[in-house]
């Protein structure tokens, strides 16, 4: 058995001109043998000092492939008798046949539901029109750099231990202070929860408030991220209709709701603010079916005709909105730091649970927010971008009237980083979508918002990140697209 083992070994080498030292690379030739059964379990092994000899190295370079090989069970010394394959294969099956994609492992319900929602992906090396997506030439860098190089300095247990799960105690107290001023929303820090951007945010209410068959009103047309997460947590969707007028909150089709997703500040994609009344009638109709209202403010801090409309769960004495706002637009979509304001009873319940998801962000970029808002670089960066999204608008607006006024309606509106463009004819938006892409320009459109009923057709459009150049270099493409497919 010792003499067909040297055989075997014959085709081992070692190469002098690698990088990887001699003894991984034994180490790793007989590991591979062994698994692959080219050597087989109860095997002797050839001698260190034989190896050495055949492979012309030094005996101590053998002798420490075989201690790691020792180590890890692939063989075993017997005293007197040399050193054995363990039998470490005796109770492995030769290697089954791959079986066909349909017999393939599958995934969980729940998996198969979140791999099947994704977000629309964004084309890299093309014109960008997504939505959602904010400026980030006029960050203030230089300021953000000294700030987090002096946090990454610091050895402040707070910032580098398992302190709060819920956030950095410095942010959770100034976001708390701030929201109140900015959103006209009153808490305290023990309510804020902070978490790796808006998409966790959702993804964490859905898990911790929502039990599979749960009705959940979502707003149709919404935001894909949100029906993504309330049905990864197998709640079932009820279309909560809205138009450009409003939220048709008296349909006596909708069930009683577990929860109920809105964004008042900005409708998702229409762009539309809820009125009071219908603020105060969704409250009442939380208190009355003991649901949660879900208030995703993604744009809120963004109006640019008078203050920015104050929150909807400022309005809320009985404590049933949950709130969810983002960094993400206001600094930089890299940050992925977003937070909740729960109600007060909700507190050490999401407390715990972003302990289990590990949905926290870093405590170092969370300092450095902190720093950066309470410096009052924040609010200066925030009014800047105000001014200068406004007249991006303006200029956007535009020039879609001068270029584009054969095939969209495109209005200005107060607030929002994205204008909703409405067809002049009756297009299919995947139809525009791909035609654009290949103008060299990635579009979005509003079709993907809809869940329930029968689809508008239009494209949402997003402008904010754009410089007046880049600006009609995409609307040109975008014409350049719509006379392609008038011509196909």
């Known amino acids: 058995m010792a003499d067909h083992m040297r055989l075997s070994l014959d085709i081992m080498s070692v190469d002098r001109q690698s990088a990887e030292p001699m003894h991984r690379q034994i180490?790793?030739?007989?590991?591979?043998?062994?698994?692959?059964?080219?050597?087989?379990?109860?095997?002797?092994?050839?001698?260190?000092?034989?190896?050495?000899?055949?492979?012309?190295?030094?005996?101590?370079?053998?002798?420490?492939?075989?201690?790691?090989?020792?180590?890890?069970?692939?063989?075993?010394?017997?005293?007197?008798?040399?050193?054995?394959?363990?039998?470490?294969?005796?109770?492995?099956g030769a290697a089954a046949p791959s079986k066909p994609a349909c017999n393939a492992r599958r995934l969980s319900r729940r998996g198969q539901t979140i791999v099947n929602g994704p977000q629309p992906p964004r084309n890299a090396g093309v014109i960008n029109f997504h939505?959602?997506?904010?400026?980030?030439?006029?960050?203030?860098?230089?300021?953000?750099?000294?700030?987090?190089?002096?946090?990454?300095?610091?050895?402040?247990?707070?910032?580098?231990?398992?302190?709060?799960?819920?956030?950095?105690?410095g942010l959770r107290q100034t976001i708390?202070?701030?929201?109140?001023l900015s959103r006209g929303i009153n808490c305290t820090a023990d309510q804020v929860v902070v978490v790796t951007g808006a998409q966790a945010a959702l993804d964490l209410v859905a898990r911790v408030l929502a039990d599979e068959g749960d009705d959940v009103w979502m707003e149709e047309p919404g935001y894909l991220g949100a029906k993504s997460a309330f049905l990864a947590a197998g709640a079932q969707l009820a279309p909560l209709k809205v138009d450009r007028r409003g939220w048709n909150l008296s349909d006596p089709d909708l069930p009683s709701p577990r929860l109920i997703y809105v964004t008042p500040s900005c409708?998702?994609?229409?762009?539309?603010?809820?009125?009071?009344e219908e603020r105060l009638q969704l409250l009442d109709i939380a208190e009355r079916s003991g649901a949660w209202i879900v208030e995703d403010d993604y744009d809120g801090e963004y109006r640019f005709r008078g203050r920015p409309v104050p929150a909807l769960r400022g309005l809320d004495h009985t404590d049933r909105v949950v709130y969810i706002g983002s960094f993400g637009k206001t600094l930089i979509p890299a940050l992925r730091i977003g937070y909740l304001i729960v109600p007060r009873e909700?507190?050490?319940?999401?407390?715990?649970?972003?302990?289990?998801?590990?949905?926290?962000?870093?405590?170092?970029?969370?300092?450095?927010?902190?720093?950066?808002?309470?410096?009052?670089?924040?609010?200066?960066?925030?009014?800047?971008?105000?001014?200068?999204?406004?007249?991006?608008q303006a200029n956007f607006v535009k020039l879609c009237e001068d270029h584009l006024g054969d095939w969209i309606t495109v209005r200005e509106n107060d607030?929002?980083?994205?204008?909703?463009?409405?067809?002049?004819r009756p297009f299919k938006d995947s139809d525009v979508v791909a035609a654009a892409l290949r103008e060299g320009l990635d579009v979005q459109g509003i079709s993907i918002n809809y869940h329930s009923t029968e689809p508008e057709h239009g494209l949402l459009l997003g402008y904010a990140a754009m410089d007046d150049r880049q600006i009609l270099r995409a609307v040109l493409a975008l014409r350049a697209a719509f006379m392609r497919l008038e011509r196909s």
Request: charged share 20%.
């Open 27 to 92: 180490y790793s030739a007989l590991r591979r043998y062994i698994l692959e059964g080219q050597i087989q379990a109860q095997t002797l092994l050839p001698s260190t000092r034989s190896l050495a000899e055949d492979l012309k190295v030094g005996r101590n370079t053998v002798i420490a492939a075989y201690d790691q090989l020792l180590s890890e069970g692939f063989i075993e010394a017997r005293g007197g008798s040399g050193t054995w394959v363990a039998p470490i294969q005796q109770n492995r």
């Open 131 to 169: 939505p959602g997506v904010p400026e980030t030439d006029s960050f203030p860098f230089s300021i953000w750099s000294s700030l987090l190089v002096r946090n990454s300095r610091s050895r402040d247990e707070a910032l580098l231990g398992y302190i709060s799960f819920a956030g950095h105690a």
């Open 176 to 180: 708390a202070s701030n929201i109140s």
């Open 267 to 276: 409708q998702w994609p229409f762009g539309t603010i809820m009125r009071i």
């Open 346 to 392: 909700l507190s050490e319940s999401f407390d715990r649970a972003v302990s289990i998801t590990g949905q926290f962000a870093p405590l170092l970029l969370q300092a450095t927010v902190n720093d950066f808002i309470k410096q009052g670089y924040f609010a200066t960066h925030l009014k800047r971008m105000r001014r200068l999204y406004a007249r991006r």
């Open 415 to 424: 607030s929002g980083m994205q204008l909703l463009a409405s067809f002049r």
